[in-house]
């Protein structure tokens, strides 16, 4: 049985070829900039504002720069990569491969690992042993390759270096088998070993060849379904005659008769059939980018979305069903708003926030009650604000709180806890906050009345 297409690949078919671009690079700042001063930062470094094409300002203090050629792209990331404002430069088109290098031991030397590499690969630019945020050696190698060079000599998922194997990943590199250390598959799915091996309690020899499993017990041991009883007795019997015994009145009494206990009864369980077809599968991890926070409950087939606290400036991911964001750094709370201007950008607002304003466009924007999004801030003539998502209207309640306007000849209580106003849409089109009471009805213009805990108008007659 052929397995299909992964929902990556999926998607990147549905999604075309990637678009090149040789002479766009971009870079992070470690300060909010505005514009003019991204500009004057370039001309300070004798860069010539006409070998650009555009500066586009993204979130998170991220510039993206396209200039006129080639040349042009490369003179501009050696000039910005010797300034301290830039945090970070990145080309989209580098020329320059790094390969990260995995499972090596922290004593394991790096021109051991340069000169092995420069054999088998090219020509080694720069190792770097990574460290995490404490400054611990985490063993892991980053090393920097030309993308010529790896392109001709591919480099496998698995090398072997002095008996010891190590995993290397880099960009746009095809996965090889363990097993065959051919490309294009991984070891489970391995034709050459499923040849070999095709009694291998995998999932996939079950479901293609209907091999059956071994049964497993709850802890993952085989043979849960073998009678394990023995004539051996569950218990040794208890002899009274060498064992001593406390007396009610707390003294020892040694006694001659000899008791044995009853044996237990054996109980016998049925062997645990494993039906073809299914499988036993443990639930695996959905790896996570490290070094950055993101919500819970992030999928693999989701869109990451990146984001960045205002207040801590730490970045993070979220996808389009979160509507709340927590950061632990700073301990605070955001609910998260959608750019009126760009649907896949969003930014942080603090929770107790109504209004704020988009990123982008700076155009006012507020939580509205009806579906507790940040939309756009349009009034009417009448004073009320209208949902574009929803389709419905929003009016200030006395206490300066907006409330849903209910529908006709009906009525809602005010959001705020601590007002006692209720909010009035009566048949007439006229929508009013009064205080009703038990004894304090409501006479429209119109003829219909209010009453206390009464939702619908009752016209007076």
């Known amino acids: 049985m052929e397995k299909g297409p992964s929902f990556a690949q999926v998607i990147q078919q549905r999604g075309g070829e990637r678009l090149k671009r040789p002479t766009c690079m971009s870079f992070k700042t470690r300060s909010q900039s505005k514009r003019e001063d991204v500009v004057n930062m370039i001309e300070k470094e004798s860069f010539s504002i006409k070998k650009l094409v555009g500066i586009s300002e993204r979130k998170g203090n991220l510039v993206d720069v396209t200039c006129t050629t080639r040349k042009a792209v490369l003179e501009l990331y050696e000039k910005l990569v010797q300034v301290d404002e830039v945090y970070s430069v990145r080309l989209y088109e580098s020329d320059n491969l790094n390969v990260a290098v995995g499972w090596v031991p922290i004593p394991f030397p790096n021109e051991e690992i340069k000169k092995e590499f420069e054999k088998r690969y090219g020509d080694v630019k720069n190792i770097q042993h990574r460290k995490d945020k404490k400054g611990l050696l985490t ?70 060849k209907g091999v059956d499993c071994p049964a497993t017990d709850k802890s993952g041991n085989k043979g849960a379904g073998e009678d394990k009883s023995s004539d051996k007795p569950i218990g040794e019997p208890l002899d009274l005659d060498t064992a001593d015994t406390f007396t009610k009145t707390g003294e020892i009494e040694i006694s001659n008769t000899e008791t044995r206990l009853p044996e237990p009864k054996e109980i016998s369980k049925p062997p645990m059939e494993l039906k073809q077809g299914s499988s036993r599968k443990r639930h695996e991890r959905s790896p996570t980018e490290p070094n950055l926070h993101q919500a819970k409950s992030i999928s693999l087939s989701e869109l990451k979305i990146p984001i960045s606290c205002p207040i801590c400036d730490e970045d993070g991911y979220v996808t389009e069903k979160h509507t709340s964001f927590f950061c632990w750094k700073c301990s605070s709370e955001f609910n998260i708003a959608t750019a009126c201007c760009n649907e896949l950008d969003r930014f942080l607002v603090p929770d107790k926030e109504v209004t704020t304003n988009c990123t982008i466009c700076n155009q006012p924007m507020r939580k509205m009650p009806c579906c507790h999004k940040f939309q756009p801030e349009y009034q009417t003539d009448e004073g009320t604000f209208e949902c574009l998502e929803c389709e419905r209207y929003a009016m200030f309640c006395v206490c300066k709180t907006v409330n849903a306007i209910p529908k006709r000849t009906m009525t809602t209580n005010c959001l705020n806890n601590y007002c006692k106003y209720t909010i009035v849409n009566c048949n007439c089109g006229k929508k009013t906050c009064q205080l009703l009471g038990p004894n304090k009805p409501y006479l429209c213009e119109c003829g219909f009345e209010y009453e206390f805990d009464i939702e619908i108008g009752v016209e007076r007659v």
């Open 139 to 208: 063993g892991m190698r980053i090393l920097t390759l030309d993308r010529a060079d790896v392109e001709k000599n591919p480099i496998p998922s698995y090398v072997t270096m002095n008996g010891y194997e190590f995993y290397c990943t880099y960009n746009g590199q095809q996965i090889t088998c363990k097993y065959c250390t051919k490309p294009g598959h991984k070891q489970q799915n391995c034709p050459e070993r499923i040849k070999d091996y095709p009694k291998l309690e995998t999932s996939q020899n079950v479901t293609a």
